[in-house]
């Protein structure tokens, strides 16, 4: 309705089927479509599949894997835009140590921030915890969309473990925020949306 603008659709959609029919739907009554299929596989697939894409209308879509994967989604990627997942907001230190990687969180989403950027990526999608120093290293040279977003009235106790609320997300940097489950599970969607907006434009406005 008319208090979103801009849809997220991600796996779970994808996986209920009519994924694209939603994506024509919301590009034919001006919404702008962000496409969150994480692409992650081998470098030819990815750049098939993101130039499959190109011509959807989505405004963006992502991308989950090594520099010649982020390449590969950048090089046939027309008007679309590619957002490079650095690390998942329901990913902590304890988590990255099982997955190996020897580093906090910080440093990992600001090297995956800078390879993003050289590979040709137009953002990143990143917790606004880390936001700051995305911007302290790279300026406004990458989009920064934030998840995770949980508003202070309305924290959900769920999987997201890097959360911030709205106010916090746009003063770290972020450009986009992605807001799901206080919507989408709120008892009254539209007027959780509408409140989003409110806090929105209220943040922007002291800032």
């Known amino acids: 309705g008319d208090a979103v ?8 959609l994808f996986m209920t089927g009519n994924y694209f029919e939603l994506l024509d739907w919301l590009v034919a009554r001006d919404k702008k479509v962000f496409v969150d299929l994480k692409f992650f596989d081998v ?3 990815v750049r098939s599949a993101v130039r499959a ?4 209308g989505a405004t963006f879509a992502t991308v989950h894997g090594n ?8 090089a046939d990627k027309g008007p679309l835009s590619i957002l490079a997942v650095t690390v998942l907001t329901s990913l902590d230190r304890g988590d ?3 997955l190996g990687f020897a580093c906090d969180v910080e440093a990992l989403v600001l090297s995956r921030a800078r390879r993003a950027l050289a590979a040709g990526c137009d953002g990143v999608v990143s917790s ?3 936001a700051p120093a995305i911007r302290a290293e790279l300026g406004s040279r990458v989009l920064v969309v934030t998840p995770g977003i949980r508003p202070v009235e309305n924290r959900p106790a769920d999987d997201q473990k890097r959360t911030v609320d709205v106010a916090q997300a746009l003063a770290n940097g972020a450009d986009y925020l992605v807001v799901g489950r206080p919507i989408r599970n709120a008892a009254d969607p539209a007027a959780a949306a509408w409140r989003m907006q409110q806090q929105i434009a209220q943040a922007l406005g002291a800032g």
């Open 5 to 12: 603008r801009f849809y997220k659709i991600g796996l779970e």
């Open 128 to 130: 606004g915890l880390e």
């Open 67 to 74: 520099q010649a994967i982020m390449e590969a989604a950048g």
């Open 96 to 98: 990255l140590d099982d």
């Open 53 to 56: 894409l190109s011509g959807s």
């Open 43 to 45: 470098p030819e697939t």
